[in-house]
């Protein structure tokens, strides 16, 4: 579904990614990790459009995406989340999400069906709001919610998470993660998910990708990238 080829991403002579290949099958769950720094985030712009990468090149689903602008990648079937929730404040919840079924999917929707649409959308992450709940209204979960929301309203292919957890407490973290499960199980959607709080990316990815330096140090299976002496240098430092 996803090809990445030896992309690299310079901030004159900083590079955040150096020679990057990640190739991501149809239905896969996969955990991106890596130490702060490491070029998690920066990788995820590149893929949407945000940022376009120094060098190297991006297909999806067999077209070449380098470069695209956002909303291009996005009409194609790429959705994202962010790690800092930026809800529209002005307006509902609600609303919010009906701007990514509105625009996200590149297809003609009637506004009252973008609203049963977007309802549908907040019912899936679990969100309980109403036609009137405006985003000053949530907590931490329910942003994170509405984030997720958001992304689901476009009708994505390919879903990248950026630290969806953060924030969350461990009551908080279980729910979400049998709220992925569920969404991910329900339609087959494939997931490239950052994360930190590596117990619940652990137990639900089937492969982990790690960067370190801007560069990726291990990709396998979570049991045999947790006993990567390379992976676990990177985060703990040499003996």
């Known amino acids: ?16 990614l150096k020679e990057v290949d990640l190739r991501v099958n149809e239905g896969e769950f996969v955990g991106l990790i890596g130490p ?10 590149v893929l ?6 120094t060098s190297g090149k991006i297909t999806f689903l067999g077209h070449d995406i380098t470069g695209l602008t956002p909303d291009r990648i996005c009409h194609l079937g790429i959705a994202r989340t962010f790690q800092i929730p930026r809800p529209f404040k002005t307006m509902s919840v609600v609303e919010n999400v009906m701007a990514g079924v509105l625009f996200g999917g590149g297809q003609a929707v009637r506004s009252v069906d973008a609203g049963q649409e977007a309802l549908r959308c907040l019912n899936d992450t679990g ?3 109403d036609e009137a709940t405006m985003p000053v209204e949530l907590g931490v979960v329910g942003l994170r919610r509405l984030e997720l929301a958001r992304a689901w309203a476009t009708r994505p292919r390919l879903l990248l998470m950026d630290e969806f957890m953060s924030g969350l407490n461990v009551e908080e973290i279980s729910e979400a993660a049998s709220m992925l499960k569920r969404i ?5 959607l494939t997931i490239v ?25 291990a990709d396998g299976d979570p049991l045999t990238v947790s006993k990567n002496e390379q992976v676990i240098e990177a985060y703990l430092g040499a003996e």
Not at 48 to 53: H, S
């Open 36 to 45: 702060n720094g490491s070029g998690k985030t920066t990788l995820f712009n």
């Open 1 to 16: 579904m996803l090809e990445v080829h030896s992309v690299s991403k310079y901030f004159g002579g900083l590079a955040a």
């Open 48 to 53: 949407t459009g945000v940022l376009k990468p």
């Open 193 to 217: 998910w950052v994360e930190h709080i590596m117990g619940p990316l652990m137990n639900l990815v089937e492969r982990v990708v790690v960067l370190d330096y801007g560069e990726v140090i």
């Open 127 to 129: 969100a309980k709001v």
């Open 184 to 188: 991910r199980d329900k339609v087959g």
